[in-house]
């Protein structure tokens, strides 16, 4: 198998105009072809009309240029931007609350807590709510543990993703001449 | 000036040039039908049987005359009878508006009477779909559906309106075409675009590429499809490329018209019902050289097996379609006509050696001997076909000379397509004879329409495949499913000849090749349209 029909974790981040139906528009993409989605994203930018919306999802890097090549073709969408390991920074937020029934267990979270530079947003009788961010792998770490003590519930963000560098996803977006010819529409 | 969102509507229209729509009133459209009135002299509306027949008529409007056909439907059901045709119209890329009303704004979401989320349900098939709320953002939206609708890769465009904002008032100011892309998210768009870094158009270092390609390959070959049909001058472009450098090329169903059939680098139609010098080429060719075609799985078949030789260099205006369907050496995106413009300059002086010969004459079967008829008493004939065996006759047999001659729905395949598109295209093109080749199932589902045809008088000759079954299923039924036909044969359906003359229509019933060529040749020296019912055995199969 060559290295472009190996499934890895694709990371989109595409950015649209605020209007009603995008997300439905841009999510039908991807249950169309039968993608899984692994996490979703959204929220607005700096400038309110537009938002930005990041998509994981496990696939080839064919088919993450397929699936960029379909979301430039929505009118909403103003640009696409295909993420790459080590080339972008990757952050989620997790909220979860754990059962803490005496000191020890309150003492024994607040370490991991403390070492993870997470910390403890609500605290009642018998559980801690705690808020951590963190790329993927130190979130995944902190639920591993903190499932020790018993999870009551848990709320992720999903990850989102930046490039690295002085580069803007703006810079992707689609020229004139494309919206006079079409091309991307 | 303050005027009603319904009369914005028909005034957007006239902006457009539009002379012609195809729809079905209701009452939540009612206010739009009002303005129509008003502007009757201006504006014709052709009523159809229903809406399914409305879409498959603006479609066919569309692509027989290159401009953007209109559609109207009201909300609800109205809206959903269109769904067939709008999606027959996104296969196959052809550009019609389609307007909808819906319900009052307030009752958007309550289930109320006739209401329908209709954006939402075509948005899989359309470029785009609108959902306009008030009458202050409906010129914008209707200019930007046909920018959209004609623009790059052509296609359907919705836009449903609620009926509150066909009462309410808004500025509305006369704004012509080429101002459009001033204003409004047009606008906005296109300042976007000033910001962006990238180079707009075709790089010529890519078509160089090709060109280099081209002179590095023994066995070249260029494959046709309806991007060169869609985009205009690029027929010309690729019959001077052809035989000016020796290239032989072959189509897909959708690129039929782009070399005219008799051309001797022509070599017919590639796919799974197409030529066998057209997949013997495709078979042996070392460079496929594929404009504006998308690989449909009809022409592909396997994609391992497809063009096993060859390198594959791909023209297509849609960056999406690009490595989609099959993986390519090259590619090119840009419009068709232009692309292929700057490959001819660039070949100057080069001459391919000849490696495509043409077999013999092949053996007509009776339905191709009847489709050989039609070309011979009409060779200029706009032909429009249904789906089944009668359009895969008709494409592989027909000699085609023009682009936009033949209108088929290739990529829907849309059984009822045909008298809708051939209501369209005669009102489209009034002087050219329509020629509807259908068959008795195809022509069963949407026949009603032909009260559309009598009563504009839109004189259509409907040459129906009469074999009393659904034949290309059939046939499948015959070869793979040990002869158990269930459900495939239509006997006891309506006399056709009846039919048509409860219509008001000329009926007549061809039982040989000779009746048909007497009966046929007496029509279109009439003029007047009807049907003729031919008579053919079920066993024939393509």
Redesign the interface.
Known sequence: MSSSAKMTRQTLSVLVENS??VL??VT?LFS?KGYNIESLAVGTTDDARVSRITVILQGTD?MA??IA??L????PV?SVQILTGKKAIYREFVMLKVKADGKDARDEIMQIVNVFRAAVVDISRSSLMIAVTGDEEKTEAFIRLMSDFGLIEIARTGLIAMERGDGSI???????????????? | MKISGARIIAECLLEQGVDTVFGYPGVSIIRVYDELYKKRGKIRHILTAHEQGAAHAADGYARATGRVGVCLATSGPGATNLITGIAAAFMDSSPVVFITCNVDEALLGRDAFQEVDI??IS??IT??SY?VRSAGELAGTIREAF??AS???PGPVLVDVTYNATAERAEYEFLPKEEH?RQGR?ER??R??????????TDERDVKTLADMLRSSERPLIMAGGGVIRSAGAAEELRRICRGHGIPAVSTMMGLGAMPSDDGMFFGMAGMYGSPDANRAVRECDLLIAVGVRFSDRVTGDIGGFAPGARIAHVD????E???NVLTAHHI???AGTVLGMLSAELEGYRAAPWMKKSGERKLCAPERIIKTVEKLAPGAVIVTDVGQHQLWACRTFGFSRPGQLLTSGGFGAMGFGLGAAIGAKAGVRDAAVIHITGDGSFRMNCPELATEARYGLDIISVIMDNSSLGLVRQKQAAEFGGRFYQTELAGGPDFVLLARAYGLRGERAENESEFESLLSDMLRSGKGGIIDCITDKDEMI
Not at chain 2, 317 to 320: S, T
């Open positions: 009603a139906g439905s528009q039908r169309r064919r240029e397929q090549a379909q430039n073709k929505l009118m103003i703006r810079d992707l977006s689609k020229d004139r001449a494309e919206y006079e010819l079409g091309k991307s529409i | 954006t939402g948005m899989p470029k785009c959902l920018a959209l623009r790059g890769r892309f047009s768009l296109t976007r675009g000033e910001m962006a870094l990238t180079q707009p158009g205006i849609d960056r999406a690009i490595d989609k995106v840009g419009d």
